[in-house]
């Protein structure tokens, strides 16, 4: 199990990639008339801003496993929320 900072941190990503999947669903359209709103498109340039910061962190860790597949996915991560962001 891991330690209880480890579980509060876990959480609080699930929650952001959730909060993350709303934002791209609503901005793709998916939820509605509000993929224009102004906090959906600020939001989601937030995200890529967040998930860009990832890619360079895992990209610059010492992790093998961090550099070789985190720092892609992470990458096509990001590259995905700048293609709805821009509504492709």
Sequence with gaps: MLPRRLRIASGLSALLFIVALYFILARAGQL?????????????????????????ANAASSSRWEQRRMAPIALVLTTCCVAVALRW
């Design 32 to 56: 509605g008339d509000v993929r224009n709103a102004a906090p959906i498109r600020v939001g989601m340039w937030v995200f890529v801003g967040v998930f860009f910061v990832s890619t360079l």
